[in-house]
């Protein structure tokens, strides 16, 4: 059976559970693409974070990273930060 992406991101929702454990179970299929990708960046294993990568792609959640760290408030840690900063340099290089 082939899974769409919506399919795909519902079971990410419903496997957070212990990097969101502040969200209602009931509440937690209505995070945003955003809170999703920082939850996992921040606190995920490698698998969570490869499992994001395939789901969204890696374009995506570069562009999502890099819009919440151009943000007055920055919720990741710095080494956190500096991190998928190298990686998404690396790998989704931005175009002059």
Known sequence: MEY???DKIISIK???GHLIWWVAKD???NLSDE???E???SSGTEYEV???FQTFGVEQVAAIFRKQ???PRIN???STQHFFSLYFDYHVPLHS
């Open 4 to 6: 769409t992406k919506t």
């Open 14 to 16: 419903k496997d957070l």
């Open 27 to 29: 509440k937690r299929k």
């Open 35 to 37: 809170a999703i990708v």
């Open 39 to 41: 939850a996992i960046l």
């Open 50 to 52: 490869s499992r994001l």
């Open 69 to 71: 760290i151009s943000q």
């Open 76 to 78: 990741y840690r710095e």
